[in-house]
């Protein structure tokens, strides 16, 4: 139901990887719903976090980094990010000001000229950078292309974010209300305790183990007689080696993922969490549409 002055829409992030989209996102949104990582391609699905004030309603997609795919998870996760392009009512081409301009920015600029959509260029991680070395850096991808805004911000520090977020709220159409307002996110539960095992996972073994992780929630129970929520899950990897790595010397490893997860979980449900980890070799899974389809990847849903 619409409301006299109202106003919503949808806005889709995108930008190469690890340039802070899910940073931002969970800045915005106020609590932890896009996994962060210092590694390139952690976010694999397309989140929708809903930002509500009293006078508008913004529904942010995150995207997978935009990337030249190496194997059918990355063809998937490519075509989650051009789709987000598609039907948004704002796009925000979010790049890193201390990487400065790369082959992977100009890919993403040829694939904004095919679109209508008004897109605002968001220079993040100004923080990290002279602000003398700004100016230069934004002329050249003025030079490319015709942004509708340009807005410098830290993700981080939360600099210029406020701003950015009245900028949006000025090109957006009155509209309905399509989440209630304490609804942060459309995913379930059940995928962002996933999400949130899987950073743990990613941030403790940094290098030992590349992106080949994923996270099956195998069960949630919430028993009458107990506060405790139980929740049971596997990790998914592609070599045995890598199994070795996430268990870790006497278990430590998986411990430590657990422990740390177990501490984000208890703050996104609001209570006791029991947090039980399996770890469970599937070979070369990312290449693997059945098993892609089983850990949730669905390509007919975008």
Do not use: C
Not at 109 to 128: A, G, H, S
Not at 141 to 158: D, N, W
Not at 244 to 267: F, N, P, S
Request: proline fraction near 4%; aromatic fraction near 8%.
């Amino acid at each position: 139901m619409s409301r006299e002055g109202f106003k919503s829409g949808f806005v889709s992030i995108i930008g190469r990887p690890n340039v802070g989209k899910s940073t931002f996102l969970n800045r915005v949104i106020g609590q932890k719903i896009a996994i962060m990582s210092d590694k390139p391609q952690t976010t694999r699905n397309k989140i929708q976090g809903v930002y509500t004030t009293d006078d508008a309603q913004i529904i942010f997609i995150d995207t997978p980094g935009i990337h030249k795919p190496k194997h059918k998870l990355g063809d998937f996760m490519m075509k989650v990010a051009q789709n987000a392009l598609k039907e948004v009512d704002i796009i925000l081409f979010m790049i890193n000001a201390e990487e400065g301009f790369g082959r992977g920015d100009a890919f993403i600029i040829e694939r904004l000229k095919e679109v209508n959509t008004p897109v605002f260029l968001v220079v993040n991680k100004i923080d990290q950078v002279h602000p003398d070395d700004l100016l230069p850096l934004i002329d050249r991808y003025r030079a490319l292309y015709s942004f509708a805004e340009v807005v410098p911000i830290s993700a981080l520090q939360g600099n210029n974010v406020e701003t950015l977020i009245e900028q949006i709220k000025s090109y957006l159409p009155e509209g309905p209300q399509y989440y209630p307002t304490d609804q942060v996110t459309d995913h379930p539960e059940r995928f962002i305790i996933a999400e949130l095992i899987r950073e743990k996972a990613l941030h403790l073994t940094r290098e030992e183990v590349p992106h080949s992780i994923a996270v099956v929630i195998d069960s949630i129970e919430r028993r009458e007689d107990s506060h405790t929520v139980y929740v049971g899950a596997t990790i998914i990897v592609e070599r045995d080696s890598q199994k070795g790595i996430i268990i870790g010397k006497q278990g430590r490893m998986l411990k430590e993922i657990g422990q740390r997860a177990r501490v984000d979980i208890e703050a996104l449900l609001g209570s006791k969490v029991f947090l039980e980890l399996w770890v469970k070799v599937q070979k070369d899974w990312r290449n693997k549409l059945s098993q892609l389809r089983d850990f949730g990847f669905r390509e007919d849903e975008y």
